[in-house]
């Protein structure tokens, strides 16, 4: 349903996306993840012809086809299979809930009698009905977001683009706007296409892609990723924390020790992780510091992007 090749763009000196290739099936959901300026807004940008790309080089052929459509040669025809939701809320604030949607059903052609059932439709699926009379700058920002979501499926688009649709908005919220997605996917069979910079979002998604400076440096299954670490991810707690932080980092066999809430992970050279523990065992007490839990986890994402970034790729 997305099929991404050669996908370049530069601002001047800067390359913000650099060969970029996705292919996205209905019913997946394919999460972007990477650091503030990696390319994740510029590529969604670029997929929905938002923005043009810059020539590939050595004359390869750029392809963006969405739903069967050239995005480039058939712009239009493309544009109606696309759900797109910018990071920014961008709808009419002085409008009610209803008419933002009615306003942009219509702009998408739906005639009257198809444009008010789908509205009440998208509106219970949302769960905006109770507010359809209310302005949209009157909105929570988590009602604002839902909204957004609204008017992009309001015209039962194949493919959606989500711009970090949650940022800004507290857990709660983000759990509920990410449980009206998997829905949406799983029941309308959509593929979509998402960037988020939090990492319990992008473990929802069916394959996720970490970029980095404009390129894609690695994509699978959230399984798959956390598989590149296996084994070599130690959780460690206690107090003080900077005893711990100082007794891990001086172990020759930790490769990188970070913060995660009030604990610490540490990352460790593959087949050290029983020594490592056995060591600190030791070493901690002797530090003056006192261990509550020392024990190998599965790693998270976070874990394995943070080894992915460092390494350079």
């Known amino acids: 349903m997305i099929e991404v090749r050669n996908l370049y763009k530069q ?17 997946e959901i394919y999460g972007l993840v990477g650091p503030d300026g990696a390319g994740k807004t510029t590529s969604i940008r670029l997929v929905c012809g938002a923005l043009l790309p810059s020539p590939a080089p050595d004359g390869e052929t750029t392809v963006i086809q969405i739903g069967g459509f050239d995005v480039l040669r058939h712009t239009e025809q493309a544009r109606t299979q696309i759900g797109y939701l910018p990071q920014r809320f961008s709808l009419y604030e002085e409008l009610t ?9 219509e702009v998408r052609g739906l005639p009257t009698e198809n444009w008010k059932p789908r509205c009440t439709e998208i509106l219970a699926f949302v769960g905006l009905d109770p507010f359809v009379n209310r302005r949209a700058g009157q909105l929570s920002g988590g009602m604002k977001q839902k909204l957004g979501l609204a008017a992009a499926l309001v015209h039962r688009p194949k493919v959606l683009l989500l711009d970090e ?11 509920d706007f990410w449980q009206l997605i998997i829905r949406l996917v799983a029941e309308e069979g959509v593929a979509l296409l998402v960037s988020t910079p939090y990492m319990d979002e992008a473990s929802r998604c069916s394959r996720v892609g970490l970029m980095q400076k404009g390129r894609l440096i690695v994509e699978g299954t959230p399984a798959e990723l956390r598989r590149n670490l296996d084994d070599r991810v130690v959780e460690l707690r206690g107090q003080p924390l900077a005893v711990l932080r100082a007794a891990a980092n001086a172990d020759q066999e930790v490769e990188e020790v970070q913060m995660f809430g009030d604990r610490l992970h540490l990352r460790v050279k593959k087949g050290s992780a029983e020594g490592v523990i056995a060591r600190l065992t030791q070493a901690v007490p002797a530090s003056g510091g006192q261990i509550t839990r020392l ?3 599965q790693p998270q994402l976070e874990d394995v992007f943070i080894a992915l970034v460092e390494s350079g790729l």
């Open 11 to 27: 601002f001047g000196p800067v390359t913000a996306v650099e060969g970029l290739a996705l292919s996205i099936a209905p019913g």
């Open 97 to 105: 809930v209803m008419e933002n949607l009615r306003f942009f059903a």
């Open 165 to 175: 649709p949650t940022s800004g908005v507290d857990p709660v919220t983000r759990q």
């Open 295 to 297: 024990r190998l986890i």
